[in-house]
């Protein structure tokens, strides 16, 4: 789980308007369905993105730069305030600079930014994280023997991938799993590039609706959840209107882009079989495997884009105040000048800083868990499944070009 992806915490959002105005060769990856899109690769560390809505943004795919936009405070996440070329209609004239009502803090610059991410902060609580790593290893367990007795084949996806995290994130906040398949068809919808705007807003009013009856249960009959902790322990307190964007957010994030890491992160493993022979000969390797996976596949294509605020030196590149920054998160975790031979997948690559997370203040809140929750759902399912392998050729596994969450629809498996 992110504050939104496994990545930078505004990695879920509004990434269907934003899948829409990059070309294609940004985002639709060639034959091998682990590396950058091609469009992404070489032309330098900082370079000019034209966008389709005929703006131009500027393209970051080296790491040392791509750190400095997201930890320097001369560039700015508020696309409230500044006007974002990225953003599905430009702004001529930024937003009144009064304070912000709302509680979408992944696009807010400190202090505002601050003020709510203490306040979540205060919940992801070491005890409940170790609490919460017991539950992951009980449903993982049970999902995988649930597969076993239903027969030697099985789609990944719906199987393990998503239900694990669903169920992970339904628990953290306190809602109903019986209520997962509403926010994750909404939630398919609103990141969906092919969706109409129309159905991007119904999907969004019924979101917004499903949670403003949640806070209010919260408000009624509060429980031991992330959410009745934000509505009961938080000084000052977060407004309804706040809550409801806060757990929104969380809630996407939280099972979106790990269920889709789960998913890839097996299919790599099954087409990288030296790398699935390592970890099966040494378990102990799964905390470095999963490190490798996130820099390896990086699932965020493209999203987290920032604003200058003032004139700024980047990687040699002269930017105007005004410009739009865009990190190609795929292609800044394979630099070379930081890992040797950076497209192999190797699980026994020495641990070293990757950007999948995100970087600065708004680094990923949730990626303790998200790692929590990729070690020991990848450990089960090779554990409990030692000849697991794909029912059908590599090329036949559809995935999700159209989406800038990058992942497989599906991952027909069996075993014997």
Not at 18 to 31: D, N, Q, T, W
Not at 129 to 152: D, F, N, Q, W, Y
């Amino acid at each position: 789980m992110t504050d939104s992806s496994v990545t930078d915490e505004s990695a879920s959002v509004s990434t269907a308007a934003m899948r829409r105005i990059l070309p294609a060769e940004m985002v639709e990856r060639g034959r091998n369905p682990f590396d950058p899109p091609p469009g992404l690769r070489g032309q330098g560390a900082v370079r000019p993105l034209d966008l389709l809505n005929g703006a131009q943004a500027w393209l970051v795919t080296g790491f040392d730069e791509a750190r400095t936009v997201l930890s320097d405070a001369r560039f700015s996440a508020d696309k409230m305030r500044h006007r974002d070329a990225t953003s599905p209609q430009q702004r001529e004239v930024a937003a009144p600079r009064g304070e912000r009502e709302d509680g979408i803090f992944v696009f807010m610059d400190p202090p505002e930014h601050t003020r709510l991410r203490r306040s979540l902060t205060g919940q992801f609580t070491v005890r409940r994280m170790r609490e919460l790593e017991s539950r992951v290893t009980e449903i993982a367990v049970e999902h995988v023997e649930a597969m076993k007795a239903a027969g030697t084949r099985a789609d990944l996806v719906p199987a393990f991938a998503l239900p694990l995290p669903s169920l992970v994130i339904c628990e953290l906040l306190g809602v109903d799993y019986a209520d997962r398949a509403e926010f994750q068809e909404r939630t398919a919808v609103g990141l969906n590039a092919s969706s109409t705007p129309q159905e991007q807003a119904t999907a969004r009013a019924e979101l917004y609706a499903f949670m403003r009856r949640l806070v209010a249960a919260k408000h009624a009959n509060p429980a031991d959840d992330l959410l009745s902790g934000l509505i009961h322990d938080t000084d000052p307190p977060l407004t309804d209107a706040q809550l409801v964007d806060v757990a929104l957010l969380l809630l996407t994030a939280g099972h979106e882009t790990t269920a889709n890491m789960l998913g890839l992160g097996t299919f790599a493993l099954l087409e990288h079989p030296d790398q699935l022979a390592a970890l099966r000969a040494d378990p102990g390797l799964l905390d470095n495997a999963v490190e490798e996976l996130l820099r390896f596949l990086s699932i965020l294509q493209l999203g987290v884009s920032r604003v200058a605020t003032e004139p700024v030196t980047l990687g040699g590149v002269d930017l105007p105040a005004g410009a739009t920054v865009v990190i190609a998160t795929p292609e800044v975790n394979r630099d070379p000048r930081h890992w040797d031979d950076p497209d192999a997948l190797d699980v026994r690559r020495p641990r070293t800083p990757h950007l999948a997370f995100g970087h600065g203040v708004h680094q990923c809140l949730g990626q303790q868990l998200a790692r929590i929750e990729l070690r020991i759902g990848l450990g089960e399912l090779i554990s409990r499944l030692p000849d697991l392998r794909l029912a059908v050729p590599a090329e036949q596994v559809p995935v999700r070009d159209e989406m800038l969450i990058f992942g497989v629809r599906s991952l027909p498996v069996t075993w014997s």
